[in-house]
């Protein structure tokens, strides 16, 4: 066996293709290592510096690889040999001078050994490379653009993008990898869809990915949460809205669900058909209880129509939670955040109503966009310049704030703005979110309709109140301070 491999590395010196293949690797294998050495001690790094570490330069050494045997084989052929074997070897570097082909054996052999170590690294480190959120946001800059913005600040921040759209198990990422091929070649020739359609639907089940680290059908009971609004006067007046959520849920087998999370335990099953791309217009829902019963909600009217539903979905944690880390918040929201935040300063008069002025417009471009947010300096210093005086350092932070929220949401070369994707966690208009299946209108044979009420999900204690009695109540029954 030796001899055999001695002798095949002999031979390599014979073929100038195989001595090409030879370079091709070893020229790969020196540039991995030394990106791989500067990606480890660099603070920074950029993402196309990614491509060349992990795949450009072990492309090379994988083409290298290929390119050796193939060289091998032609130089016997030309030597009149269709077989490569021990003796033909033998006879190919007869004519050649031992001792020189010892030395180049040796050297290639060495190299050999060294390259097969960082290639299995940079194999390795390729694989991690390509599952990294800077691979799918950084590297198809303007297509996934959008979507890495929202995520670097969404509360999934540190969980890499393939976690949820792949998740565990070879199955699903070979899957991944050949619709990520389709995708490559659409961004090569420009055919991409803009902006990005969804709901995405070849996403794997939640039960697959989100339920790896959430447990839904753990009985959370109920949450109170506090939504902080600020009115569009000269004051920015707080208004509070405060719910008492019932997550719900269930803990074991025979305890009947309820609350929101009664959709998600695995022994009942929520189903809906819609007749739109977006699942939208929903006009039928299934439920299909642990014992086998089963109950169907139809749209009125769409039973005697003819138009056939587009799709027909299994219900999980998405269908509710579709913007978790991903969200894009319209301007009156964003507004809300940053004043809450402190980000920008509310007690600078009318800054709410000046800032949706100039954020909730239709720009053409993103450097339109910085200068029409700009302008909002010269309102103050032109229209109300004794404010200008009192808070012109926090109108300029604002105007900074302004920026980086209208930059999150809207990107103009991806036809995306406030509204291109709705979030269907609320219900901010009569037909989004909770009420596509939750109305008067979707009813079963014997016309009882789907329990629509506000307090299906929640109580409210109060709404738009600047000064809610349960502030009240917990402070001087409690002492406790929910702001």
């Known amino acids: 066996m030796l001899r055999a491999i001695k002798l095949l590395l002999m031979l390599l010196s014979r073929s100038k293709l195989s001595v090409f293949g030879v370079a091709l690797v070893n020229t790969g294998v020196l540039f991995t290592a030394f990106l791989i050495w500067h990606s480890e001690t660099t603070p920074t790094e950029s993402p196309y510096m990614g491509i060349f570490s992990y795949n450009v330069f072990p492309g090379m050494v994988a083409a290298g690889l290929v390119v050796i045997p193939v060289g091998l084989y032609l130089a016997a052929r030309r030597e009149g040999y269709t077989r490569l074997t021990i003796s033909s070897i033998e006879k190919l570097v007869e004519s050649t001078e031992l001792p020189v082909i010892k030395r180049v054996a040796l050297v290639i052999g060495f190299l050999t050994v060294v390259n097969l170590f960082i290639f299995s690294i940079a194999t390795y480190e390729s694989y991690h490379y390509m599952e990294s959120s800077e691979f799918c946001g950084l590297v198809c800059h303007m297509v996934m653009e959008p979507e890495y913005t929202t995520h670097s600040i969404s509360s999934h921040a540190g969980v890499e993008c393939t976690e949820c759209h792949i998740g565990p198990g070879a199955s699903w990422y070979v899957k991944a990898k050949i619709s990520g091929s389709r995708q490559l070649m659409a961004v090569g020739l420009q055919t991409y869809p803009r902006p990005i359609p969804t709901p995405v639907e070849n996403l794997r089940p939640a039960w697959d990915t989100c339920e ?41 087998v025979g305890r009947r669900p309820e609350g929101i999370h009664w959709h998600a335990p695995p022994w009942t099953r929520v189903s809906f058909k819609a007749i739109d791309e977006e699942w939208d217009e929903v006009v039928e829902v299934s439920v299909t209880e642990a014992n086998g019963k089963q109950t169907t909600w139809t749209r009125i009217g769409y039973s005697d129509s003819e138009v056939q539903p587009a799709h027909e979905r299994i219900m999980d944690c998405v269908d509710c939670h579709n913007r978790t880390a991903h969200h894009f918040p319209p301007p009156e929201e964003a507004m809300d955040g940053a004043l809450t935040k402190g980000e920008i300063d509310s007690d600078i008069p009318w800054i709410k109503t000046e800032a949706l002025d100039v954020l909730d417009v239709s ?22 310049p004794l404010t200008w005086l009192q808070h012109r350092q926090g109108i300029l932070q604002a105007i900074d704030v302004l920026k980086n929220i209208w930059s999150t949401s809207v990107h103009p070369e991806m036809n995306i703005n406030w509204r291109t994707y709705k979030s269907r966690l609320t219900h901010t208009d009569t037909h989004g979110g909770c009420f596509r299946c939750h109305n008067e209108e979707m009813v079963t044979e014997d016309g009882t309709a789907l329990e629509s009420g506000c307090e299906t999900c929640h109580y409210v204690l109060s709404e738009d109140d600047p000064a809610p009695e349960v502030f009240e109540c917990l402070h001087r029954e409690r002492g406790v301070d929910l702001f």
Do not use: W
């Open 212 to 252: 790896q680290c959430h447990n839904p059908h753990y009985f959370q009971g109920n949450h109170i949460k506090v939504i902080k609004h600020y009115a569009p006067d000269k004051a920015n007046s707080i208004r509070y809205t405060i719910l008492n959520l019932r997550i719900g849920g269930v803990e074991e």
């Open 363 to 384: 720009y053409a471009s993103t450097e339109e966009a910085m200068l029409g947010i700009q302008s909002l300096a010269e309102t103050y210093r032109d229209e109300m």
